[in-house]
């Protein structure tokens, strides 16, 4: 069995807005809707966890009537650090459920054809993230004033959601890092903890995540784009 959990219990702080940035209506839809359509149309996922600030679970639960999806969901609270959210998350699956992707509500441009490469990438090898190369050059520097170095891009990758894991890798790896009082916002760093291997899989389309107001109109464009090819 897989599932998918949205990562959807975050402020959004860096909006800049009082409005919740994940029910910000772009393309005829809340970011949050085109986000859980895309897991609720893939065909890889049994069931989604959403997991959710305290306060918000009516919010939320109104989305699937008012959408008409038809997915098995649950929704589960968040805690205070992301990782703490994927925890929690993680808590809740079904214990038949041995695949889980994991996915951030603000990337509502995911594509079904992604979530199946990456869940049938964890499936082989243990651990798997959506990515794509880095194409900028890139520079090092300690104290955001000067240049160190120039790093070398051909070995750099920008790494997204979904990423997808055997359900037993992950839950060791985000236990050691637990274990170990470290806290990352990627749950693959927790993986190299563990010495898991984590397959790329590369994102054809675009893929952005919804962190600032200038991101709205490119994510508007591709989501209106989608839904008209």
């Avoid at 599932?3 to 994940?22: D, H």
């Avoid at 959408?67 to 994927?86: C, E, M, N, Y």
């Avoid at 880095?134 to 300690?142: F, L, M």
Wanted: aromatic share 4%; with cysteine; net charge neutral.
């Amino acid at each position: 069995m897989t599932s998918a959990i949205i990562v959807a219990a975050g402020k959004g702080t860096r909006m800049g807005t009082n409005a919740e940035k994940l029910f910000v209506e772009i393309a005829g839809r809340p970011i949050i809707a085109h986000t859980w359509e895309q897991f609720d149309r893939a065909a890889c996922v049994d069931e989604i966890i959403l997991v959710v600030r305290n306060g918000m679970e009516q919010t939320f639960a109104r989305l699937a009537g008012q959408f008409g999806f038809q997915k098995p969901h649950r929704l589960v609270a968040g805690g205070p650090q992301r990782q703490d959210s994927v925890w929690n998350g993680l808590q809740a699956l079904s214990p038949s459920t041995d695949i889980v992707a994991i996915q951030d509500a603000a990337r509502p441009c995911t594509t079904v054809a992604l979530i199946t490469a990456t869940v049938e990438a964890a499936r082989e090898i243990g651990a798997a993230v959506a990515a794509q190369p880095v194409t900028d050059t890139i520079k090092e520097s300690p104290d955001g004033k000067m240049v160190r170095r120039t790093l070398d891009r051909s070995q750099l990758w920008s790494v997204q959601t979904p990423q997808a894991f055997r359900v037993s890798v992950i839950r060791r790896a985000i236990s050691e890092a637990r274990r170990q009082g470290l806290v990352f916002t990627d749950d693959t760093a927790a993986c190299e903890l563990i010495h898991q291997p984590v397959q790329l899989v590369v994102s054809e389309a675009p893929n952005p995540k919804l962190t600032r107001p200038e991101d709205l109109p490119y994510i508007e464009m591709l989501l209106s784009k989608s839904r008209t090819v």
